[in-house]
């Protein structure tokens, strides 16, 4: 049973790098890429879209594409310390 729980690990990985290639090359995310691509819930991005801090661009009731220059300008809007 456990080389099937390996093979299953290395599927999920290649799919995880095939999500993040894509990403790449996007100019506007799923809900889910950009959370994954933060490390943020789909829920909390969802929430930050409602309550208008990230751009959202909705395609239709269930399509969402978040712009993702403009939503990484408003994420850095909330940026603390470092250097400017």
């Given amino acids: ?5 390996q ?3 290395k599927s999920s990985n290649t ?3 095939t999500t993040d ?4 090359n996007a100019r506007a995310l799923t809900a889910q890429a950009f959370a994954n ?3 943020l819930s789909l829920r909390f991005v969802r929430e930050l879209c409602a309550e208008g801090i990230l751009p959202q661009i909705k395609l239709g009731s269930r399509c969402v594409r978040i712009p993702l220059e403009e939503a990484d300008a408003a994420l850095m809007a909330y940026k603390t310390g470092g250097a400017e």
Avoid: A, N, V
Avoid at 1 to 5: A, K, Q, R
Avoid at 21 to 24: G, V
């Fill in 7 to 9: 093979m299953q690990s």
């Fill in 15 to 17: 799919d995880r790098e």
């Fill in 21 to 24: 290639r894509k990403e790449t």
């Fill in 37 to 39: 691509r933060y490390s």
């Fill in 1 to 5: 049973m456990l080389p099937h729980t």
